[in-house]
Nanobody
Framework: QVQLVESGGGLVQAGGSLRLSCAAS????????MGWFRQAPGKEREFVTT????????TYADSVKGRFTISRDNAKKTVYLQMNSLKPEDSAVYYC???????????????????WGKGTQVTVSS
């Protein structure tokens, strides 16, 4: 089994920054990708960004492109999400996810991931 633990959420004013972390533990060999999703009240869980574990290639949702940056530390099996220029509409519970099986394409839907963290709340005040 794999465990994912997110941290770094909180309350921030619009225009501010936060950095989320997600540490993977357990049977973490063979990570293909790790990603971040978010879910606001009454809305579907939506893709934010993902990073391919070996190459470090990344892709982002249009809504966060240019403001958010995903990175990883392979040795620590940790993925980070640097969020800048935050907007009230970024408020949500942010979830970390891990995909263990190989794929040639981008893992951008919730169904592409095998393991999930419990989430961390991000609230951006206007």
């Amino acid at each position: 089994q794999v465990q994912l633990v997110e941290s770094g959420g909180g309350l921030v004013q619009a225009g501010g920054s936060l950095r989320l972390s997600c540490a993977a533990s357990g049977r973490t060999f063979g990570i293909n990708a790790m990603g971040w999703f978010r879910q606001a009240p009454g809305k579907e869980r939506e893709f934010v960004t993902t990073i391919r574990w070996i190459s470090g290639s990344t892709t982002y949702a249009d809504s966060v492109k240019g403001r958010f940056t995903i990175s990883r530390d392979n040795a620590k099996k940790t993925v980070y999400l640097q969020m800048n220029s935050l907007k009230p509409e970024d408020s949500a519970v942010y979830y970390c996810a891990l995909r263990s099986s190989w794929t040639a394409g981008w893992a951008t839907t919730r169904y592409d991931y095998d393991y999930w963290g419990k989430g961390t709340q991000v609230t951006v005040s206007s």
